[in-house]
């Protein structure tokens, strides 16, 4: 596996991240031979495994335009001369060196996971932006197998390049956490407190979240747990707006039982973004029984399965209503605790997805 950070164990991980752990140690677990290349980076401690899935630790520039890239080309270069039967890169960014294999190693077939339109990311300039549409037709013209993660970007890859990619989604794993002592060390009581998570950067739209509650009157909180990527600037920003209400908390990067703790006991789960792929945080929160306050573009919604509330996205006096509402309707919140894990264990379930992804395997080699 190329392309992601590593296996989801430093502070900057992300979605796909999360996405190449769980499904790295699932394929291990029954069987495979598994290789994820990493940035050392993001995990200083350097494990050379994880849960049965071999780690490859090569260099890098840590800087937002090349970092990526470039630890895509070394992982590359090394994996045509191994013994591979499947090279699978994760993003359209490092799609766009799978040709790589496709030259070098003829007896491995590519596949490509498709996880967002990454250039509308309001980090990106014009050529980084231009190098990632190039990364979009990369994805399915290197590839063997193409997957998409939504339902949407399956239609577009259709629509726009006439091929078929498959659909298969990030998932969630259920978990029943009952404690609430880690939430001391952050002056915060079960059922309190509103929760975003994720990378605290521009298209995540959290400057839209505390502009909408400044304008609410409760003692609730609205907690955002998070670290920024490349994007200090947004971070100094939105930290700016928030410091004059006491209200809103930002806890930084959390994981472990810290974190399951801070989802399983917050009032509901709030994502206000602009641009996703198919918002893994989102089915996290619902795997802990949260209702969902999301921002109304395709991939949000169609992660919620038709539960929560929606907010047109961008619009504050939308989303204050909204919040307003579930702040009103107790009930409302409590009642769809049980539905949204029932979405989570019926269409996200990572066992599953894995099965799929195995499939794919299996079948690109015949």
């Known amino acids: 596996m190329i392309g992601q950070k590593g296996i989801a164990t430093g502070g900057r991980a992300g979605g796909i991240e999360r996405h ?109 932006k231009a190098y990632l549409l190039f990364g979009e037709w990369a994805s399915v013209a290197f ?22 990619v498959v659909y298969i989604p990030n998932g969630a794993e259920l978990k ?15 059922g309190e407190y509103f929760i975003n998570v ?38 100094t920003k939105v930290r700016s707006m928030a410091k004059e209400d006491g209200r809103i908390r930002f806890l930084g990067f959390q994981d472990g039982e810290t974190i399951d703790q801070l989802y399983a006991n917050a009032y509901a789960y709030v994502h206000p973004s602009e641009y996703e792929g198919l918002p893994l945080v989102i089915l996290e929160a619902m795997s802990f ?20 509330m929606t907010f047109s996205s961008a619009n504050v006096d939308d989303l204050r209503d909204k919040l307003e509402y579930a702040l009103g309707h107790p009930t409302v919140v409590q009642d769809q605790s049980e539905e949204a894990r029932a979405i989570i264990e019926t269409n996200f379930n990572w066992d599953t997805i894995t099965d799929h992804i195995e499939a794919v395997y299996i079948t690109s080699r015949h």
Not at 86 to 105: C, E, N, Q, R, S
Not at 176 to 190: A, Q, T, W
Not at 222 to 228: D, E, Q, R, S
Not at 291 to 305: C, K, L, Q, R
């Open 198 to 235: 994720g990378r605290i950067v521009p298209q995540k739209g959290l400057h839209f979240l505390i502009e909408a509650y400044k304008k609410i009157k409760t003692d609730k909180k609205v907690v955002i747990v998070g670290a920024p990527s490349f994007s200090d600037d947004y971070y």
């Open 20 to 128: 190449v752990r769980e499904v790295a140690k699932r394929l291990a677990f029954i069987g495979h031979e598994v290789f994820v290349y990493a940035r050392a980076k993001y995990d200083p401690e350097k494990p050379e495994s994880f849960e049965g899935a071999q780690l490859i630790y090569l260099p890098t520039i840590y800087s937002k335009h090349i970092e990526a890239i470039l630890h895509t080309f070394f992982a590359s270069v090394h994996a045509v001369r191994q013994d591979y039967d499947i090279i699978h890169y994760h993003g359209v960014g490092p799609a766009t060196l799978a040709w790589i294999p496709k030259l070098f190693a003829r007896n491995a077939k590519v596949v490509v996971t498709f996880h967002s339109q990454d250039r509308f990311h309001k980090k990106w300039g014009w050529f980084a």
């Open 176 to 190: 029943n956490i009952e404690g609430c002592n880690e939430l001391d060390k952050f002056g915060l009581k079960p």
């Open 289 to 308: 029984g949260l209702m969902p306050i999301v921002s109304d573009i395709a991939p949000n919604v169609e992660a919620i399965h038709g539960i929560g």
């Open 143 to 164: 590839s063997d197998y193409c997957i998409a993660v939504s339902h949407e970007m399956q239609v577009f890859c259709r629509n726009r390049f006439k091929r078929e």
